[in-house]
């Protein structure tokens, strides 16, 4: 039997895994110093902003207010909120066959920190192709918080060492290993593929049928 077998559920983060997020890019460009990705990244991860947001806590207007003087970006709210919305992307290249291929032999979820302005074109269209759903805005908790992955894994109705997850974000990866699943840290496409060959589950190049 192969490893892949192993898992009933595969749970993957959204963005940098499975969907494209241009945020961290476009707010470089907006930024007076220029930052790299890297930092950007990590700004948006530690501002409060964000996490009230992504909770669920504040609306999308007291979100961009906030944000904007957390920022101190010379943007209205509401031409900050257009670029918020257009900062979602679609899935990858590829990923919606992967997705259809795993959900052969798999039941499948996803797990976001996400947001009132994406949520609802991620539901759109990705949920066509999972089994299972979760918003942290829609939950009002907030990965790595152990709550959110506890939260998952109730709904899933399966021990958490039969859930393999995907996340590109180390504390994320590291707060659901603490929860017993088995979890993986990956960034794009080519980096799930053979995250997932190597755990015996079907790729675009490996058919597990």
């Not at 930024?31 to 990244?41: E, G, K, T, Y």
């Not at 709210?77 to 919606?96: I, M, N, Q, S, V």
């Not at 109730?154 to 017993?180: E, H, Y």
Request: hydrophobic fraction near 40%; include cysteine.
């Amino acid at each position: 039997m192969k490893a892949g077998r192993s898992f009933q559920v595969l749970l993957f983060d959204l963005g940098g895994v499975l969907v494209d997020f241009a945020g961290f890019e476009e707010l470089g460009y907006l930024l007076p110093d220029a930052p790299d990705r890297s930092r950007v990244r990590q700004q948006w991860i530690d501002s409060e902003a964000v996490r009230l947001f992504e909770r669920g806590e504040i609306s999308s207007e007291s979100f961009a207010n906030r944000f904007l003087e957390e920022w101190a970006l010379d943007l209205s709210p509401g031409a900050f909120l257009r670029e918020l919305d257009r900062w979602r992307g679609g899935l990858y290249p590829g990923a919606a066959r992967l997705l259809e291929r795993l959900r052969k032999t798999h039941r499948l979820a996803y797990l976001s920190n996400s947001n009132e302005v994406h949520a609802p074109a991620h539901r759109e269209n990705l949920d066509s192709l999972f089994d299972h759903s979760y918003f942290s805005h829609e939950l009002g908790l907030l990965k790595p918080e152990p709550e959110i992955f506890e939260h998952a894994i109730r709904d899933l109705a399966v021990p958490p060492g039969q859930i393999a997850f995907f996340d590109d974000t180390a504390v994320n990866v590291v707060a659901a290993v603490d929860t017993g699943m088995s979890a993986h840290l990956v960034g794009g496409m080519p980096e799930l593929e053979h995250c997932l060959e190597r755990l015996g589950l079907p790729t675009s190049r490996n058919a597990l049928l």
